[in-house]
């Protein structure tokens, strides 16, 4: 037996591959759900069923249903959409789908209550330190310079001011036009606290010591620390 299928080619006939630097890979973790996801919502409308047929499960009757609807109102890309999610649930399953549906969504001015919130552990509640943490940022200048550009918003609110913070435990950020991620800070120890806990350690440490070494009788011992 043998498994054939025509190139893949986009709307001006270019194929897909590496070649030609545009693959989609199946590993998550060099092509992400969201990034597949936005990939296949883009597809014109040339190409979109042919697309439905290749790389969905869905019967004839159903892909004849979404072009019916699609065409009904071509600008809801409802064929596109559907395309988008069929794709990434059969790829990486249902709860992926479901989040970079809600991440799409979102990013466009949907409802971003469907967000799943990611932990973070920043090292202050300034934007920088809040942005390097999520890895939103590959440094501080570069997201200063990215925040004083008008990139970033919190919450929808656009953030100017690189020394800005956000007192919020879970809270959405949007970078530039394509990433948007829903956040939430983990408790966390603050830096006095944390201090004078080291402190406390160290000084218990060195009366652990002190006291498990031989000291002569009325001899006194003078502790620096």
């Known amino acids: 037996y043998a ?14 591959g590496k070649s030609e630097g545009n693959a989609l890979w199946l590993d998550k973790n060099r092509t992400s759900p969201y990034d597949i996801y936005q990939y296949m919502i883009n597809t014109t409308d040339e190409i979109v069923e042919q697309y439905l047929k290749y790389f969905t499960f869905l019967d004839k009757d159903q892909i004849d249903e979404v072009m019916a609807k699609h065409n009904e109102k071509p600008e809801d890309r409802y064929a596109q959409k559907t395309l988008a999610y069929e794709f990434v649930k059969d790829l990486h399953g249902e709860d992926d789908a479901n989040q970079a549906k809600a991440k799409s969504e979102a990013l466009f001015g949907g409802s971003t209550e469907n967000l799943e919130a990611t932990p973070i552990t920043p090292e202050s509640r300034n934007i920088l330190d809040i942005m390097m943490a999520a890895e939103l940022i590959p440094s501080k200048s570069e997201g200063r310079r990215l925040v004083e550009q008008g990139g970033v918003s919190v919450d929808d609110e656009k953030i100017m001011d690189s020394n800005f913070v956000i007192e919020k435990r879970e809270f959405v950020i949007k970078k530039g036009k394509k990433s948007v991620i829903k956040l939430k800070i983990k408790s966390q120890m603050n830096k006095s606290k944390s201090k004078h806990q080291k402190s406390q350690n160290h000084k218990s440490n060195i009366k652990k010591e002190i006291s498990s070494s031989e000291i002569p009788p009325n001899k006194t011992v003078k502790l620096k620390v």
């Open 3 to 16: 498994f054939t299928m025509p190139i893949i080619t986009d709307a001006s006939g270019k194929k897909m």
